[in-house]
């Protein structure tokens, strides 16, 4: 069974920096694909970014630029870089590997 167990959420103002961290129950290096996803108050949930096994990462625009997806495949663990946060960062932050397994979430709330 897999389980994920993210971590490394808060609270910081504006223009703050936190990174998150996704822990795995299996070996990441078999999993193809990996993602980040948030959702704030009163909004659907959305993907943010995302990583595959040969580590290529693709992005949400409303992020670009200032979040980073990474994966440390010894640690079985991706983790996600947030610089420069805004207050409309303020979210419940997912891992999941496709839509059948999800962590608990981390919250996220950036102060302005």
């Known amino acids: 069974q897999v389980r994920l167990v993210e971590s490394g959420g808060g609270l910081v103002q504006a223009g703050g920096s936190l990174r998150l961290s996704c822990g795995a129950s299996?070996?990441?290096?078999?999993?193809?694909?990996m993602d980040w996803h948030r959702q704030a108050p009163g909004k659907q949930r959305e993907l943010v970014a995302s990583?595959?096994?040969?580590?290529?990462?693709n992005y949400a625009d409303a992020v670009k630029g200032r979040f980073t997806v990474s994966r440390d495949n010894a640690k079985n663990t991706i983790y996600l870089q947030m610089n420069s946060l805004k207050p409309e960062d303020t979210a419940v932050y997912y891992c999941?590997?496709?839509?059948?397994?999800w962590g608990q979430g981390t919250q996220v709330t950036v102060s302005s």
């Open positions: 999941a590997i496709g839509v059948d397994y």
């Open positions: 299996v070996r990441i290096t078999r999993i193809m694909r």
């Open positions: 990583i595959t096994s040969g580590g290529s990462t």
